[in-house]
Structures are given as structure tokens and as C-alpha cells.
């Protein structure tokens, strides 16, 4: 059997901080990107790729409220789903240029969440253009956003970030990785629906995290790896301190005392380093390294590796 791997892509896969988002600049990453996923590809496994989209989704966002005296604007459900096809489609070209015989497929992916999660009645998860304190105070009465100050940038809107509670088309994407294909999916943590009243899926205004996603599309596929490439080599204790120290292959244990510890912020390697201990505690391994290490890490060679 072949060993499946979750590849979650971080947001410099796409965009490097700095840069502004012209769509060539995107692509030239995007084309670096699949290069790297290429060279796991040639290791034998079998691959999903989950990315973010949060420059993406915002510019989508920013896009429609400046035309929203000649366009509609479209609820943030959609523009999600409109990332995912842009995204994707980036994606599916630059692969198939570096792995010719391979075939690629994005699947628009909902992730489906709990209306019941407490995230929704505290949104903390800021989206979209940058406003005054009084065009702030106009748009909470006006469409009942919640609004809130960004680090001193401004007012945004604030949506929910809510657990993952099961990703809707995991019976697509499994078919299609049994059968070669190198999928695309749960871009910027999947399209958020819940089940309404009725028991129906219908979209709804949040956002959620990507690494959560991709824990809870691996444990649905039953994964052997889940890999979270980002722009840091590996995970390291004390951080940015002058005692920092760089961690390879660690047990459920010393991972889970260090996290405990503090050693990883809260909107960073947190989310990732949870999403990674919860792996492993089933018995897997769970490796955090940068992109262009790849395929070095899944050969126990680069990166920090959560061993289960
Ligand atoms: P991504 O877009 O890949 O999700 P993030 O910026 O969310 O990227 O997370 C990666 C960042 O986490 C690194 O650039 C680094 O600055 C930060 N970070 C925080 N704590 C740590 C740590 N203990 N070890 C390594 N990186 C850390
Ligand atoms: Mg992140």
C-alpha cells in the first residue's frame, strides 16, 4: 500500500509577505510550490493538498465591495468557493507542467461545522477591507457585522472560526486518491455549511482554520502523514529567543509538555502544532517543515517530526 499524505500548504506557498497579489506573482510561487509537491509525489505517496486562502479570499472580498454599486455582492460562502476554483486551477496547471503523466483534480470542498460551536456567538477571526470607527459603527447596524479593531490597523469585520465537524465530499476525494489521482481540496479550510433546521447544508459566514481542516480530513481518510509545510524549517522551543532550539523527531509527550509550555503562538504554530500531536496520538506521524524540504522530510530527513 501506499503511504497517504496530507500536504497543508501555508499561505507563502501562494503569496510571500509583501507582496501585493498580481496574479503572475502568484503563479511564479505557485509553479515553486509544485515543484516541491512533485518531489513527494515521486516518493511513492499518495497526496491531498489542502492550502490556505487568506490574502485570496480577502482580495475576492475587497473586490466585491468595491463594486457593489454595479454587482451584487455575493455572502462570503461563495467568495470562499471562488478562492478555492482560482486557487485550484493555479494549482492544477503548475502540477500538471511538472508531473505531466499525473492526474490532478481540485474538489470544491465544504467543511461542514456545528451552528451550536461557541465560536459563532464570539467572532474573533478578522476578514475583508479596513474601515473607520464610525464606518464601523454604520456597517454593525446596517448588516449586523460584528466589528472589531485589527492591531491597530483599523476596523474589520469580524467573523466566527469554528471547529471543523466533517469534511463533505471525504467519499469523492477518497475514490480519487485510491485511483492516482493527485487531489486539490478543503482550500482555506473548506467552504464552511451547516445543517439547517430543515437538515439541509447551507453556507455560512466564517471562516476556519486550515490546519484543523487538514487534522480532520486526515483522520477521515485515515492518512498515514499529515505534513504541514510552512516558512520556518522546523518548530523550535524559545522561539525567537537567544536560547531558541530547534526540535526534529519528538514523542506525543515531550510535543504535548512544550505545547503546554507555551512555546507556540496562539494564530501560528499553535493551531498547527495541536492539529499535529492530535495526529499522532493516532499512532502516526505528523511532520511541520518548510516547502522546499518536502520530500526530505518525509524520508525522516528535514523537519520536526511528531512520531505516534
Ligand atoms: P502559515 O501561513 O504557513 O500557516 P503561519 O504564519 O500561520 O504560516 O505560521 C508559521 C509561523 O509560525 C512562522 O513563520 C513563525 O514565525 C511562527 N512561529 C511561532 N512560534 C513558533 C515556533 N515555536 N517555532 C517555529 N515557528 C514559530
Ligand atoms: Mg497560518
Not at 501506499?2 to 503563479?27: F, W
Not at 459566514?205 to 505534513?227: H, P, R, T, W, Y
Not at 504554530?269 to 499535529?276: E, H, S
Not at 505528523?286 to 511528531?306: F, H, K, P, Y
Request: include cysteine.
Amino acid at each position: 500500500m501506499k503511504q497517504k499524505v496530507v500536504l497543508a500548504l501555508g499561505g507563502n506557498a501562494i503569496l510571500q509577505p509583501g507582496q501585493k497579489g498580481e496574479y503572475s506573482i502568484q503563479k511564479e510561487n505557485v509553479d515553486i510550490s509544485a515543484k516541491s509537491i512533485a518531489k513527494v509525489a515521486e516518493t511513492g505517496c499518495d497526496i491531498v493538498i489542502v492550502h490556505g486562502n487568506g490574502p485570496q479570499v480577502g482580495q475576492i472580498l475587497r473586490q466585491n465591495e468595491l463594486a457593489k454599486d454595479e454587482v451584487p455582492i455575493q455572502p462570503l460562502p461563495v467568495c470562499s468557493a471562488e478562492s478555492q476554483g482560482f486557487i485550484g486551477y493555479m494549482m492544477q496547471e503548475s502540477l500538471k507542467n511538472v508531473l505531466p503523466s499525473k492526474q490532478v483534480a481540485t474538489i470544491l470542498t465544504m467543511t461542514e461545522v456545528d451552528p451550536s460551536d461557541p465560536a459563532f456567538k464570539h467572532p474573533t477571526k478578522p476578514i475583508g477591507s479596513f474601515y473607520s470607527e464610525d464606518e464601523s459603527k454604520q456597517l454593525a447596524l446596517e448588516k449586523g457585522w460584528v466589528m472589531g479593531e485589527d492591531a491597530g490597523r483599523g476596523y474589520r469585520r469580524l467573523v466566527a472560526s469554528p471547529n471543523p465537524k466533517g469534511i463533505v465530499e471525504v467519499e469523492t476525494i477518497k475514490l480519487l486518491m485510491d485511483n492516482g489521482v493527485l487531489v486539490v481540496s478543503t482550500g482555506g479550510g473548506g467552504i464552511p455549511v451547516i445543517k439547517n433546521t430543515q437538515g439541509e447544508y447551507e453556507g455560512v459566514a466564517a471562516v476556519i482554520d486550515k490546519d484543523s481542516s487538514a487534522l480532520k480530513l486526515s483522520k477521515e481518510i485515515d492518512a498515514d502523514i499529515l505534513m504541514i509545510l510552512t516558512d520556518v524549517p522546523n518548530v523550535y522551543i524559545n522561539y525567537g529567543k537567544p536560547n531558541q532550539e530547534k526540535l526534529t523527531d519528538l514523542t506525543v509527550e515531550k510535543a504535548q509538555k512544550y505545547y503546554d509550555e507555551g512555546h507556540f503562538s496562539d494564530g501560528s504554530m499553535g493551531p498547527k502544532m495541536a492539529a499535529c500531536i492530535e495526529f499522532a496520538k493516532l499512532g502516526k506521524t505528523a511532520i511541520i517543515c518548510s516547502l522546499d524540504q518536502a520530500a526530505e522530510a518525509v524520508n525522516g530527513e528535514a523537519g520536526t517530526r511528531i512520531i505516534g
